[in-house]
């Protein structure tokens, strides 16, 4: 699912671009090969977290190519990240996948991740055909004049499908990498796409998204037990969005951050949902001139949240997308005194090192996977 410009892309325009909503097949999977340290920089993808590692599944890049061409990262190919060593580990995946697919929404929950809707292509691809965003007299003249295609070619391009959006879940085993789908029933979401989910106990929350051109500030969860939907309403909250983060960093709260407006703004701002009391209040932080769409968020062991990736700009603009590498880390809670401990014998650690050994096991085996991680970076 493409989330391209994702489905956003805009299919607003008009509808008649529902598109030139850009965008579709060719080939399967292997059009470029990935033999990297670290995940390709990407947008649209999503990330879970299973005890300390982080999963990163999916999403879209540019091709190294220019001209029409952008691509979904492969459906077979995962990444973890270890949260103590930081280490990125790369892993295929077996088993029935489906498409490739970008702007879905997931969560883990005992092993398993759960992806929730989203953009994907008609057709058996990894690509996506990327067109101007004008209206089709004007698209006809830029990409004549842009790469001198021929007639035939811009006929074509303009009469490619648009893609799907869809409101289904699909389950991944972690350990044996097998798909299946549950069957649901309730009050079901609208289909949509770039949108964030999260799970507290036994539901799955899932806020906001784009369907046509609308971007959304609906609320629902799904009880993960009985598989019954159902919508709730909380009081004022958080604009319309979509491309947001939504992440669970207690037993009742839900820390949302970024997104993307109706009115094409890139977001910085973040909101903490109080899952008993169904209310939203403001969070504030460092990070208001890090706006950010597209992105992941994960949380961690200490009550911080990690995000990584998106985009920096306006992805729907006719600039080259500025796809981002950066992880910027919110403390959405207090640290725990044994964090702070750590911090500090890493701060002083020429003094302190000799007197290692004295600590229990675990410890000093987090101290020295944080220490061999400060060497790494030159600190």
Not at 143 to 157: A, V
Not at 204 to 220: A, E, I, Q, W
């Amino acid at each position: 699912m493409d989330e391209d410009e994702e489905g956003e892309e805009e299919e607003d325009d008009d509808e008649e671009e529902e598109e030139v909503e850009d965008e579709q097949p060719l080939d399967t999977e292997a059009s470029e090969s990935f033999e990297l340290d670290s995940p390709a920089e990407r947008s649209g993808h999503i990330a879970v977290v299973d005890r300390n590692i982080m999963y990163v599944w999916g999403g879209y890049k540019n091709t190294q190519n220019h001209g029409f061409f952008d691509l979904y990262l492969p459906r077979n190919e995962i990444w973890t990240y270890n949260m103590e060593s930081g280490v990125w580990t790369k892993h295929v995946a077996g088993g029935n996948l489906h498409t490739s697919m970008s702007g879905s929404c997931g969560v883990c929950v005992d092993g398993v991740l759960y992806l929730f809707g989203g953009h994907h292509a008609r057709g058996n691809t990894n690509r996506i055909y990327r067109l101007p965003l004008r209206a089709p007299s004007l698209v006809w003249e830029e990409m004549r004049d842009l790469k001198g295609l021929p007639p035939s070619w811009i006929t074509f391009f303009l009469s490619l499908p648009g893609r799907g959006w869809n409101n289904h879940i699909h389950i991944l085993d972690l350990e044996t990498s097998t798909w299946s789908q549950p069957f649901t029933t309730g009050n079901t979401p609208s289909p949509r796409a770039a949108h964030a989910c999260a799970t507290v106990g036994n539901r799955g929350y899932v806020f906001g998204g784009r369907y046509k051109n609308y971007r959304l500030n609906d609320l629902y969860y799904i009880d993960l037990d009985t598989w019954e939907w159902h919508e709730i309403v909380p009081q004022q909250g958080p604009v319309g969005r979509s491309w947001h983060s939504f992440t669970p960093v207690s037993p009742d709260h839900i820390f949302l951050f970024g997104g993307f407006t109706t009115d094409r703004e890139t977001l910085s701002d973040a909101w903490l949902y109080h899952v008993s009391k169904n209310e939203w209040k403001p969070f504030k932080h460092s990070h208001t001139e890090r706006p950010r769409l597209w992105h992941t968020a994960c949380s961690g062991p200490d009550g911080e949240v990690f995000v990584f990736g998106g985009c920096a700009n306006n992805l729907l603009s006719h600039h080259r997308a500025a796809h981002s590498n950066e992880l910027l880390v919110f403390n959405v809670q207090a640290k725990s005194l044994v964090r702070f401990c750590m911090e500090a014998v890493l701060q002083h650690r020429d003094r302190l090192s000799s007197y290692w050994d004295c600590l229990p096991k675990h410890l000093l085996h987090s101290l020295k996977k944080r220490m061999s991680r400060v060497n790494t970076l030159g600190s």
